[in-house]
């Protein structure tokens, strides 16, 4: 629309908006509102009088002067504060503004003075900075310090070279050579002359003979006084006093001899020097030699010397005449004997000769007549005698010691005044000091010789360098300097060396040259500095060389290792070589900073070492400066801060001082996390272990077994079951309590109290990563599909249809939530082998009459009619009766399974431990008829049943495997009375060995399938290689994608939840020693060795730690808790087989029954034993009825192997490993085996078994099991044959000699015969122990009790066979016994 | 019986009413309660599966169940309070069933009339690959036990899509609570009606 809707609405107006000008009303009037509204405070101060009216007319108070903090007011100018003052104070509540002392009242100022984080300062904290250095390989070579060449260390050596002097030197003239002898001997004087040995000695000897006198005098005088043994005391330590002056008279002696010597050598080299001077007519060395005398008092010495002599000579006396008397003793003693030794062998001879003369008289009366000779008898000379004599004759003779001669005072006296004359300054000779200076002019070259001239010339133009090595290598050599005329050299240079490697040696190389070229004098080695020698410390030490290095000169050099002669006076050459000395230091160096540049000490303990220094705490507190507490709680004090300002918070916190006493400001002794936690505890921890429900939510919280399910907990207090925690403290008690007691089996219940904690301890563990879920725990993916799925799934569009082919399909796994009614489906296929009843006529009336549907043989007798009984949960079923030894049954029984608590999770079920017993059973009719009459026409028997063998399978191995399916080798008594096996000679079939054996070929499954415990796929935490572990997982990886269904092991899981490389677990162990008993082959010993470990009992990890498989305990472990599964049975029989030095490998496969397992492999000559640890029976790789159905890989010590060949059935196998077609080891050239060390225990310690304990215990077990026979057939009388217990008894430990296999038929037919009067059925039956109860089940399940009739006798034994460490081995020999009519 | 005293009732009834789907069509449920150790259910079905339900025609593009619950549980501890988890399946362009949502609520803890809208979401794929060949092959990833949702363990693996929503309605009627001491009504509203209360409306992708 064009037109406007409204046409009267114009600009200006009266539209509906209008633009004008603000309006301003600029009246006086407004300004008079103005006035009245608003005001403008006074910038003056409040006047007094105003204040006064705020106090209320109070003088002011003033807090601060009273000792109250008030705090620094902020700083705001005086025009403000009025202004604000004057302000308030015209609000009506104006006295709440200002404070008592009549001012504004104001906060103090929240801000700090200065910002109060510290500026960062722009360059980085020496000691704090980083500095970026590439990563590098560490490479293990030792020589490096830091592992390699191009590593950081700093490190350096500082090698001082100071000066080289020359003792010798080829181009020493003979002046020289005596020149240096007597700065030398010189040298050597002054030595001597600082230390004044004979001075000291002298004093010495001057003080021990003092004391020795006075020792005599006191004892002289208390001679009365004393006892026997103070004087023995005394004499003694006079003795010690002689003793001492002989030494130290000695030492003296050679002290002043020595000196003397020195002092005549000085003055004769001096001389020789001056002849040499004279001869040769110039002076070559600087070196003047003055003698000062002294001169003495002739009759003062003359004195002292004889004193001395006398002295002396008086000692000597003593001393000889002491060795004289003793010596004269001695002697006459050793004549006395003599004479005596003379005498009786003086007398040996007579009687010898005497009993000669007799003996040819008798022998010819001997040849008269037998009278005689007995009469001669009577007089025959004893031969004891005889030998006494001869021996007596045989003894060496006596030595006659020298007579000792008396004391000869005279030669004594001689000989000390000689000794004394040589060595001791005669009296009144002056004493001389001698005294070199180098004071001598040197005659100068143009006035010399020839020879002379020529031999300084050589001199001035040799010149001298040192070479420094390191490790053998150069590194720095000093300039060449020339050598001066007295022959010394000065260097004074210092080298330092930046080192990487560690140092083994410093070596110096002294060089010669004149003119070209260099030659090597000498090596000198100097010694690694410690790493406390540092540059500043060191001190330069002279080292002393010397050379085999020969020069000859034609001029008056001497040479170096050529003779040479002082000329024709003194005849007679030397050699010398060449030797001098270096002075020198080898140190570590210090840098700018004042840090030592050592390496740290050594490799493996320095680094830690090193680390440890840097971690000390001392330095560290000392480095960050911070203060000791106590010194700034005493600052605190001294300064006097304010305790209450709040700027001083802090430090009062800090130092707030416990007792509350706030003068003792000291530091608190704790810290404190969460120290509000209490405030939100919802009660405390009491509260709660009071209460019941409480108690019971927080166990269940955190699933304890006992209440880890329990459903429904009551809300009131009072509701809840009064016995709900009973069990749960029993067992809590109970662990209190085993602790002291100590016969065996209450140690065997507290090792399983003990694993109980370990297992609690491991679950506890385990908890957390149980509850941490992946991806694929909770969503359900199809994984991608790759090429060679693809392939398959297109092949299949392509493939033929086979509609008639069956296909297996996979049943589906029921969710826990919907099952009821589980059951466990048992077909029973046939059983093979059973033993066959021995002919009647032995058996007695066993067999009185047959029902006719029974095959007879030939005589017309039934062989044998057995039947499987099947036993789980205290319900039992049993197949119909099947006839012969081989029956065939193919039926399926449903054992109805209930788990406990009703709770089908995996979780639940993996903890069930109860077996699946089939027994084979023979029925046995027995005619009961009583009247011959009615036997046409009624039928009176008694059915009995008799144990042929039986099966445990555990309920887990079901569970795990999903289903069980074979045939299975049953446990069969080795003694089996009244049946006999092997061939029957009807069939004439040869007796093959596994015809010893009964076996049952049975089918397992559970009904419907439960799902099976997720494995735990978590990584635990682990010490082993991260490489190691990786490389692993690789290998695994390559190998399940060929072989998905081949488990292939490289880690397990220890004790402690960890992560453990498997051929850690591999170390020869030592069997316990006293086991093997009388057994002499070596295939006996290992089967000894194998009946040990398999008496050791059985329990499943599953069942030991529920939700994790695959923990692996050490052996040590093992025999501590008793109890393991097939692994820890295998690992402990291949280690003590490792130990017996036999070719050992650990199988990792699948056997039956028990699933996945493990067993041992040996090496015996063209054969492989497979060994089940379990059972301790071994088979040779090509048995068809081995257990072991199937072998993933082989692990020893030294690497794994796994089986890549397409069989793995141990018959069709090759073991050949060293083939790469057929095995894939773990370790290969690639990845070679770095040397993994065992995760073993050095040694085991197998304690003894107390025999007592033992034999308490078999008493314990045989009359409960009495006991338990006499309730199960409560109904009748139980009678007990006394007779054929005995006979038990003593089969019994021949049984457990012969590791329990059958003693020989010889001695059954002996047992036989021995109960000929009777119809026994009984066997024995052999059980590790463990629990008792497994005992009573186990005779349960055999039925013998089950005879329903009164005229049964009964005979039980029970033999428990003590292996050490506690493993005992369970016998007990059940029989019934029925008189034969 | 002791126990008599101490049990209180929770009587459920309701409806899985309807849903939004915008993407997908021809949708049906699955529900199934989850309740703690201490919880019974009396009676009724704590699982369940609606028919299969076409989007309405109209501008609400709804689909419409109405399948009643009815449960009643028996319990001794609100521990454990059941919730109600729901599964939304349909039927993709290849034919093959396709998980198309999960949800999770508990179950009101106040009696009376109660209205809860429910997001519902579906896991990720963990790859672009696999998203690829799980459209392709319709087989998306699906919670292996639904129940994880009732609970917090273990979600934080999973990466999970919102893809509409499913509107409840809850009758609860509860015996014996206040009785033991479980007061969850505010005493002054005790009579008055409450409202209908309307659950998380939070859309888009979610991350947990």
Known sequence: DEVPLMEDVDEEGYGFYAVRKAEYDDTPETAKKEAEKLYYPSVTSVNAEEKAKILHDKQPRFLEDEGFYVGTRPKISGWNVNKMENRLIKELHREKWFGEDGRMIVLPNPLRPTPSRPPIPEEQEPGLEVQYRKAIMHEFDSRYIDGSLDNAGYYQLDVDINSLSFSHHHLFSREHVLATRLSQLYEEYMDRQKKNMAEYLSEKLKALKLSAVHLKDHMAAKKSEHNYADRSNFQKRLQDYKDEIRRARALRDKEEKTDRLLLKAIIKTWKDIKQQREKQKFINTPLKLQVITEETNKEFDLTQWKLEIEDELEEMEEEATEIYNRKKTEYEEALKKHAEQVKAKEDARVRIHKRSRKQSTKGSRASLGSKASKHSAENEPNPEEEAKDQEILNEPEIEIPDKPEEFNKEQARKDIIAKAKEIRRRPGEPKLYPEVTSTQPITEASKCPRGE??????????????????????????????????????????????????????????????????????????????????????????????????VNHGHEGVGSGVPFSFGAKNEGTETLYTTGELRCSVAWAINDQGELLVPPSTQEQGNMFYAMRKMDPVTAIGAAGVVDIQKLAKWFEDSRLDPNDPANADLVYMLKSKGGESALLGPKEFFRLEQLQEEFN?????????????????LRDSEVTEFKNYKMIPLLDRDIPRDTFAEYEKKKREEEKYKEEKDIESHRAAVSKFMQRVREQVIRRFRLLAHQRRLEDVINEEAVPNIALLGTSVLKLTERRRPLRVERKERKKVVPQTIDNVKILININRAVYVPRRVAASRGGAMTAREPDKAVKNIVGETQVQPFIEVMFQDVFLHTEVGDGPNPSYNEELEMPFKAPNEDYTPGNLQTVTDNIYLNLFDQVLIDIQEDDRQRGTTVHQRIEKKWLGGLTIPFSTVYFNGKIDGTFKLN??????????????????????????????????????????????????????????????????????????????????????????????????????????????????????????????????????????????????????????????????????????????????????????AYVMTEQENDYWIWNAGTGEHFSYRDSYCPLQSISCLINAENIWANVQQYEKPAQMNFDLSQ???????????????????????????????????????????????????????????????????????????????LGHSPGEQHLAELESTFSAYKVSGFPINMPYNEINPIVDAVFSTRVHAHDTSDVEFALAVYIHPYPNDVLSVWVYVASLIRSR | KMSQSSVFLLMVGGQIESAEFPDFDDIYCKYCFTFGPDWLVTSGLDEGLTQVTKKSRDDRQQF?????????????????????????????????????????????????????????????????????????????????????????????????????????????????????????????????????????????????
């Open chain 1, 453 to 550: 001239q020529q031999r300084r010339n050589d001199v001035s133009k040799c010149e001298m360098f040192l070479k420094v090595l390191f490790n053998n290598k150069e590194v720095s050599r000093t300039s060449s300097k020339p050598l001066t005329q007295e022959f010394k050299l000065n260097f004074g240079q210092i080298f330092s060396l930046k080192i990487v490697q560690w140092p083994e040696s410093i070596t110096y190389q002294v060089y010669e040259t004149s003119g070209f070229g260099g030659e090597i004098i000498c090596e000198i080695n100097s010694s690694i500095p410690d790493s406390s020698v540092t540059s500043q410390s060191v001190q330069l030490e002279n080292l002393d060389f010397s050379s085999d290095h020969r």
């Open chain 1, 682 to 698: 919802f009660c405390d921890d009491e509260a709660i272990d009071e209460n019941k429900r409480f108690r019971l939510i927080y």
């Open chain 1, 972 to 1157: 069969k008594p080795p003694v089996l009375l009244g049946y006999t096996q092997g061939p029957d000679e009807e069939e004439g079939t040869s007796l093959r060995s596994n015809e010893e054996n009964t076996y049952l070929s049975v089918f397992m499954t559970i009904e419907p399938p439960l799902q099976p415990p997720e494995p735990m796929r978590e990584r635990f935490a682990t010490t082993e290689d991260e490489k190691l572990l990786q490389y692993a997982d690789n290998w695994e990886k390559t190998l399940n994608a060929k072989f998905s269904d081949r488990e292939y092991k490289t880690t397990v899981i220890d004790v402690n939840g960890k992560t453990v490389f498997v051929t850690r677990y591999f170390k020869a162990l030592e069997p316990p020693p006293d086991i093997f008993g009388s057994s002499d082959t070596e295939v006996k010993k290992m089967e000894v060795v194998a009946r040990y470990v398999s008496m050791i009992p059985s329990v499943s990890d599953s069942v030991v730690f529920p939700g994790l498989c695959d923990i692996w305990s050490t052996c040590d472990q093992f025999l501590q808790m008793m109890a393991g599964d097939e692994e820890e049975h295998a690992v402990l029989l291949a280690n003590y087989f490792l130990y017996m030095k036999k070719i050992t490998w650990l199988i990792i496969g699948k056997g039956i029954p028990e699933g996945p397992t």
């Open chain 1, 1220 to 1298: 790469g077609a057929s095995w894939r080891s773990f370790f290969t050239r690639s990845f070679p085996n770095t040397g993994i060390a065992s995760y073993q225990p050095e040694r085991l310690y197998y304690k003894p078994t107390n025999k007592n304990a033992v034999l308490d215990l078999q008493e314990k077990i045989e009359t409960l099991l009495k006991n338990k026979i006499m309730e199960w057939r409560s109904r009748l009388i139980t009678r007990w044959n006394r007779h054929c217990t005995q006979i038990m008894r003593k089969l019994l430990p021949v049984l457990e000699e012969n």
């Open chain 2, 64 to 208: 419409v169940w109405n399948f009643p619950l009815d449960i009643t549980f028996k319990t001794t501890n609100p521990f454990g309070w059941p919730q109600l988890i729901v599964h939304a399946y349909g039927i993709d362009a290849f034919g093959t069933d396709v998980v198309r949502g999960y949800g999770v609520t508990h179950v009101p803890i106040t009696p009376g009339r109660h209205k809860i809208r429910i997001p519902m979401f579906v896991p990720e794929s963990s790859s672009q690959l696999q998203k690829l060949t799980a459209w392709i092959l319709g087989r998306r990833p699906e919670y292996v036990d639904v129940r994880v949702l009732a609970q917090g363990e273990g979600r934080e693996v999973t990466r999970v899509r919102s893809q509409g929503f499913l509107t409840v309605s809850f009758n609860v009627v509860m015996k014996d609570m206040k009785k033991l001491g479980y007061d969850v009504i505010p005493s002054e509203m005790s009579t008055s009606v409450i409202p209908e209360s309307v659950g998380p409306n939070s859309g888009g992708t979610t991350e947990t």
